[in-house]
């Protein structure tokens, strides 16, 4: 009968385990062992499949709520390791009790996500700041250009608010100089831009007041 595991042992094997972990999830034994001289291949196995397994299956967050430290690290990693998530849990620590499956699992929703966050956010957006956003490898919800173009809308309907009788269309036209005063919301605007977002949020309100006065 072998002599029980000891803390040491049982944290080396944790480690060993998880650095050897493959592509196809199975562990390399062979370099486990290597490393894990006070054990057997065979008891290293026994010990990691009736015991150890479980432990780790808590360890590895099945039902992991992600934080926004993780979220960031997995998005910059998966960008410069070009979503190699072998790599990335072989090399920093704070992926290492996540399987490979976990991580490709959630740069997926992660990807989703941030499309999905783009086209709710369009109608605040020029397309050269969609090009931008589409373009940048870090994620958006803080991005300068959300944070700006959120502001845009607003600016937006203060201006058509000099419209007048938006049914009856008065013709005012906007004097790009007053929205150029705006600069903080509308410097990377070109003028041919800034009247075409103006006239699209027009032709939206007044789409919006027949559709309430039908």
């Known amino acids: ?60 967050r099945k039902n992991h709520t992600w934080n926004k430290t993780e979220i960031l690290s997995l998005w910059t990693l998966a960008i410069n390791y070009n979503a190699d998530f072998n790599q990335i849990i072989n090399n920093f620590e704070v992926f290492r009790s996540f399987t490979i499956k976990q991580l490709q699992s959630q740069w997926n929703q992660l990807q989703t996500r941030q499309k999905l966050f783009i086209e709710r956010m369009k109608s605040y957006l020029t397309k050269e700041d ?51 005063g705006y600069e903080a919301f509308f410097g990377d605007f070109d003028p041919d831009s800034l009247l075409e977002y103006y006239n699209n949020e027009l032709s939206r309100r007044k789409l919006t007041y027949l559709k309430q006065t039908d």
Request: proline share 2%.
């Open 1 to 60: 009968m072998s002599k029980s595991w000891t803390q040491e042992e049982i944290q080396k094997l944790t480690e060993l385990t998880l650095k050897y972990r493959q592509n196809n999830e199975q562990i390399n034994w062979e370099s486990v062992v290597k490393q894990m001289v006070t054990r057997s291949e065979a008891q290293c196995k026994s010990y990691y499949s009736n015991i150890l397994k479980k432990q780790l299956n808590i360890q590895t």
């Open 130 to 180: 969609q090009i931008q956003l589409l373009s940048n490898k870090q994620l958006l919800t803080d991005h300068f250009y959300l944070r700006i173009g959120s502001q845009r809308k607003p600016v937006i309907q203060k201006l058509l608010e000099k419209s007048g009788d938006i049914v009856n269309d008065n013709g005012y036209e906007p004097d790009m100089s007053e929205i150029r």
